[in-house]
């Protein structure tokens, strides 16, 4: 029988602490669809000046937030907007902006550390002379961090180039935040400065901050009247909201200072895991809480053997195809952990390896 678990597939498998519970338990509420909800405004307010913005926004979900933020943006069906070809919204979202916004995607290749290039972003601006033809470009989203290039930080000064770029051209920018915190953490840069340049930012609660459920869009104070409507629109008009806002001021109170533990922890996995013969993982390139662990040609290793033995051990892992698997660390994995897993990894691959060795 496992009688230990180290989940480690993502940042959002965290369970609400004792001292959310207990602010959930007791925090004042009202109807958020007719605005009265206190707990809830003093959550949007909190998040809405930490990100320097006039105003925010509670949703349910990042999903639903980037697509609001898309939407309100390219308010024209048909409207165009730029973002990298592995970045989450064009990726994991279904489709949405398509679907539901009426918005055609422009993918710009996504480089290593999770940029896209300056020059391609600028050359994919549609012409306004040949909007008789083409989509009309109204958008430019960022992703912060870059979930597909192993949690890389986008800088403050990359940031301000892509929005000078769409000030030059009457553009807009948004940008996916779902772990900005850890990026400001990592960079040592404050989040207000990070998105200094955004006219809209998504922000997730439940991922490295910890919360149970939702995430925060902020804005002008007119982008998000535009937002509350179209969240109506969409099904997240909840009511007594402050229930799941009691749960994030706690996250920002207590686990928004564990971010710079979760990243040490993340090295010290990652150093250890690029010790063991026939795995590869590109330690210099790891900035925050995500692990891209490799198996080498020839190793007789494939993510799928490596997760059955460790999940016999008790540790969850989500392989990202047959030769890859991540890894993510969060506030409620331990140093003790990270040992343990190392630990049951290490004889998982001389177990696999062994017939090579005869």
Known sequence: MVMR????????????TDAMREAMASAEVDDDVLGYDPTARRLEEEMAKIMGKEAAL???????????????????RGSEVILGDTCHIHVYENGGISTIGGVHPKTIKNEEDGTMDLVAIEGAIRDPKGSTFYPSTRLICLENTHANSGGRCLSAEYTDRVGEIAKRHGLKLHIDGARIFNASVALGVSVHRLVKAADSVSVCLSKGLGAPIGSVIVGSQSFIEKAKTLRKTLGGGMRQIGVLCAAALVALQENLPKLQSDHKKTKLLAEGLNKMKGIRVNVEAMETNMIFMDMEDGSRLTAEKLRKSLTEHGILVIPENSSRIRMVIHHQITTSDVHYTLSCLQQAVQTIQEPCQN
């Open 5 to 16: 678990i180290v989940d480690l597939r993502s940042d959002t498998v965290t369970r609400p």
């Open 58 to 76: 509670f949703v349910p979900s990042g999903t639903m937030g980037n697509l609001i933020c898309v939407m309100v943006h390219c308010d024209v």
